[in-house]
């Protein structure tokens, strides 16, 4: 199974193409990843994005980081 988002492109952070999720709620919703859990990391999305958290799939090497998911607000799991 592969990475839902991943546009395989080695030179952009695929920014132009994720999951934008706006109601997600903790004790309802889940999301599923593929692979670890160590293989994707939560940090503050870039100036292009709307502000919130973000689900990046942690590239190799200098490869930029792939965007997977964003929120629109911080979630209080984190």
């Known amino acids: 199974m592969g990475v839902l988002y991943d546009d395989q492109n080695t030179t952009n952070d695929g920014s132009k ?7 997600f709620n903790p004790n309802q919703d889940v999301i599923q990843l593929a ?18 958290i973000a689900i990046y799939l942690d590239k190799p ?6 965007l997977v998911r ?7 799991w984190i």
Request: proline share 13%; aromatic share 6%.
């Open 35 to 52: 692979g670890q859990q160590g293989n994707y990391i939560l940090k503050p999305t870039n100036a292009e994005l709307p502000t919130g």
């Open 17 to 23: 193409e994720y999951a934008l999720i706006t109601d």
């Open 70 to 76: 964003s929120r629109l607000e911080s979630p209080p």
């Open 61 to 66: 090497g200098n490869e930029p980081d792939e």
